[in-house]
T-cell receptor
Framework: NAGVTQTPKFQVLKTGQSMTLQCAQD?????MSWYRQDPGMGLRLIHY???????DQGEVPNGYNVSRSTTEDFPLRLLSAAPSQTSVYFC?????????????????FGPGTRLTVT | EDQVTQSPEALRLQEGESSSLNCSYT??????LFWYRQDPGKGPEFLFT???AGEEKEKERLKATLTKKESFLHITAPKPEDSATYLC??????????????FGKGTKLTVNP
């Protein structure tokens, strides 16, 4: 198993540009999520998905869009990049969605995408 | 407001010098507490899940414990390869009834040979 993969590893954008961060998992996990990690702050949830076709907003969703057409893939789209979106982005997946009876919520993280917006 | 606080922010140990990292939390409905290890330039790596006060989990030199208000990650006789940032996260029920995961800012551990 490759686990959770993310592409690209590094990206530089100009303000106003759009792009898609890719995330894929091969563990047949139901739950996938996107986080951003900034210096001096904990990981913050951007968007999440409890299964194909179902997505919802996390703590900091503004400026980002997601879709989940398959179990394996969960891309994150930046609609119009801003310097405030400079961060390291992590995709994560877990076997079950939180809140389900007997849910296993331990998440497996990808290697991250380091994004700089100038 | 749900909060997770980790202390200390940074910790330097000599090889073999045992110590503990703390994760204190204030959440409305704890569903689980998670410990992760993060190496520089990499994603967090899952270590432990704790669900109820009094529970303990062990893995090699690491032992995680949970009380009603905090969790400790005990490191026994650490080695330089234990150097990393250790993250604590709490699974809680938000005001709207949905589940959420709240991360602490982490403790950066450095173990000198």
């Amino acid at each position: 198993n490759a686990g959770v993969t993310q592409t690209p590893k590094f990206q530089v954008l100009k303000t106003g540009q759009s792009m898609t961060l890719q995330c894929a998992q091969d563990m047949n996990h139901e739950y996938m999520s996107w986080y951003r990690q900034d210096p001096g702050m904990g990981l913050r949830l951007i968007h999440y998905s409890v299964g194909a076709g179902i997505t919802d907003q996390g703590e900091v969703p503004n400026g980002y869009n997601v879709s989940r057409s398959t179990t394996e893939d969960f891309p994150l789209r930046l609609l119009s990049a801003a310097p405030s979106q400079t961060s390291v982005y992590f995709c994560a997946s877990s076997y079950r969605a939180p809140g389900l009876a007997g849910g296993r919520y331990e998440q497996y993280f990808g290697p991250g995408t380091r994004l700089t917006v100038t | 407001e749900d909060q997770v606080t980790q202390s200390p922010e940074a910790l330097r140990l000599q090889e073999g010098e045992s110590s503990s990292l703390n994760c204190s939390y204030t959440v409305s409905g704890l569903r689980g507490l998670f410990w992760y290890r993060q190496d520089p330039g990499k994603g967090p790596e899952f270590l432990f899940t704790l669900y109820s006060a009094g529970e303990e989990k062990e893995k090699e030199r690491l032992k995680a414990t949970l009380t009603k208000k905090e969790s400790f990650l005990h490191i026994t006789a650490p080695k330089p390869e234990d150097s990393a940032t250790y993250l604590c996260a709490v699974q809680a029920i938000s005001q709207g009834g949905s589940e959420k995961l709240v991360f602490g800012k982490g403790t950066k551990l450095t173990v000198n040979p």
